[in-house]
């Protein structure tokens, strides 16, 4: 190996007294504190903006890179909502650690192509490495494939494709117009908006989308489920698959995980969880017991630019038919030297893309640098904070309207309009939340704990300006 590491010298002397090391970590805290102590939501057009950047960068002559750097981080600091101020309880974006901050500086550098494992053999065992400790805590064997993703619905959209490959050997070849019934794919209204565009972007049709019914906890129905399918090969159709959700996008709910698998297997339908966010829970010993069942998916989508608490875009597909996604992802060409052999696989014959880049270190050198202890630290911290958001906005006098144990709480109250007071909660920057319609409900705020650093005097501060807006 090569002697002449220049960026991880820098970083090498953590805990002595070591200039350039102590420099970048205190970039990055000084970062941290600044957003945590600006504002949360920019006030600005799209033509401020459109004209600031016409008035100074035509491209006509080179500017200096120290300008254009300082100019473009104030522009950041300025014009976005702060996803990682301890205060921006929004859609699971989240806080990010050091470490993976680093992780992102080091791909950038390298510029690994992790299309085929020749080209890139170190990054392409660290994922492998990574994926398949996260794989083991789903419990899903040890010869399911996996890969890293841009997100979650690209993740999706894997677990539709493969599923439908395995389904349908004629797919792949001839597509939908060989398939005999047409298949379907249940999920509730509560499931990520992505499968609508898959069962587009698949040939499925939107149509193909059977909504489920939930119960007052906005859960699927396993009865509606029944029924439905069972509607459906009366009437010719081909039920192909069942989307599970771990974490819903409005309410945070967790679907029926065991009772899911077994009907799924007794079907024989193919058992997509979506854990986009709320997988991470997998590792909390507090936690992990919300999603029992998971084991018995056939696919997986888990995003650790979610709760893993690393840069976007960073999702991962796992799947337990290594065989059924080799043929769904199967390519030859021409122009990469030789297939690779022995017992690793080409990340461009088992995924989506070709060129890709070094997706899982951020969450590889993130997991070394805290291990698995910190990780759960910080998972059950933000449920902690949960509790206590839920806790407070009771206390105020407000009507928390979801449940689940994840840290995500939806609540109203008498009378509130939610736009108008978003607008007011925006422009007084106390916090940053969203509203929600659950159901066929009225609009309600949704509040989620993305950040490991939101603290329970946070909480306490925002709920209390809450009362003030009112
Ligand atoms: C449940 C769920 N699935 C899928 C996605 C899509 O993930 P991504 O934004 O990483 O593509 C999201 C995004 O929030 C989600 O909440």
Redesign the pocket.
């Known amino acids: 190996m090569t002697a002449v590491l220049p960026l991880s010298s820098i970083f090498r002397s953590e805990g002595h007294s070591h200039m350039a090391f102590d420099e970048i970590r205190s970039v990055v805290a000084k970062v941290e504190a600044d957003i945590a102590g600006g504002p949360i939501v920019p006030t600005v057009t799209p033509q401020e903006i459109r004209s600031y950047l016409t008035s100074r960068y035509d491209f006509g002559k080179p500017l200096a890179l120290d300008d254009v750097v300082a100019d473009v981080e104030r522009m950041l600091r300025t014009w976005q909502v702060q996803v990682t101020h301890p205060r921006y309880f929004g ?2 974006n989240p806080s990010v650690t050091l470490a993976s901050i680093i992780a992102d500086t080091l791909v950038a550098m390298y510029n690994p192509q992790l299309a085929t494992w020749r080209t890139s053999p170190a990054a392409n065992e660290i994922e492998r490495h990574t994926l398949a400790w996260l794989g083991g805590k789903f419990g899903l064997p040890a010869n399911a494939v996996a890969s890293f ?8 959209l894997s677990a539709v494709i493969v599923a439908l490959t395995r389904a349908f050997p004629d797919y792949g070849e001839h597509g939908l117009r060989r398939v005999s019934a047409s298949p379907t794919i249940y999920l509730t209204a509560e ?2 908006h ?1 499968f609508n565009k898959i069962a587009h972007m698949t040939g499925l049709g939107r149509r193909a989308i059977r909504t489920v019914a939930t119960d007052r906890h906005l859960k699927m129905d396993l009865g509606d489920l029944a029924r439905r399918v069972a509607e459906d090969r009366q009437n010719g159709f081909a039920p192909l698959l069942v989307v599970g ?5 409005g309410a945070g709910v967790i679907d029926p995980m065991s009772e899911l698998a077994r009907f799924c297997r007794s079907e024989e339908l193919w058992f997509h969880v ?5 997988g991470a829970a997998i590792i909390s010993p507090a936690l992990r017991g919300h999603l029992a069942g998971i084991d018995g998916a056939d696919s997986i ?1 888990c ?1 650790a ?2 709760w893993f608490s690393v840069p ?2 960073a ?1 991962m597909f796992f799947c337990r038919h290594p065989d059924a996604v080799g043929a769904a992802f199967r390519a030859e060409t021409s122009y990469m030297p030789g297939k690779t052999a022995g017992p690793v696989l080409d990340p461009y014959t088992t995924s989506v893309q070709w060129s890709r880049r070094f997706i899982g270190l951020k969450l590889f050198l993130a997991l070394a640098h805290h291990g698995e202890s910190g990780y759960v630290g910080m998972i059950e911290h933000q449920a902690r904070m949960g509790d206590v958001l839920r806790e407070s906005l009771t206390r105020a006098g407000w009507r928390v309207v979801n449940t689940t144990p994840l840290p995500l709480v939806c609540f109203t109250r008498e009378g509130l309009v939610t736009a108008k007071f978003l607008a007011a909660l925006y422009a007084s920057q106390v916090a940053w939340m969203s509203e929600v319609r659950l159901g066929d409900g009225a609009p309600v705020l949704r509040a989620c704990i993305t950040s490991f650093r939101t603290t329970e005097a946070d909480i306490e501060w925002v709920v209390r300006e809450m009362g003030r807006l009112t």
Not at 149 to 155: K, L, M, P, R, V
Request: hydrophobic share 35%; aromatic share 6%.
């Open positions: 859609l699971f993703t841009n997100g979650g619905a690209e993740a999706n499931a990520h992505s959700t771990v974490g819903t996008t979506d854990a986009a966010w709320g989508t995003d630019h979610q976007m875009a999702g």
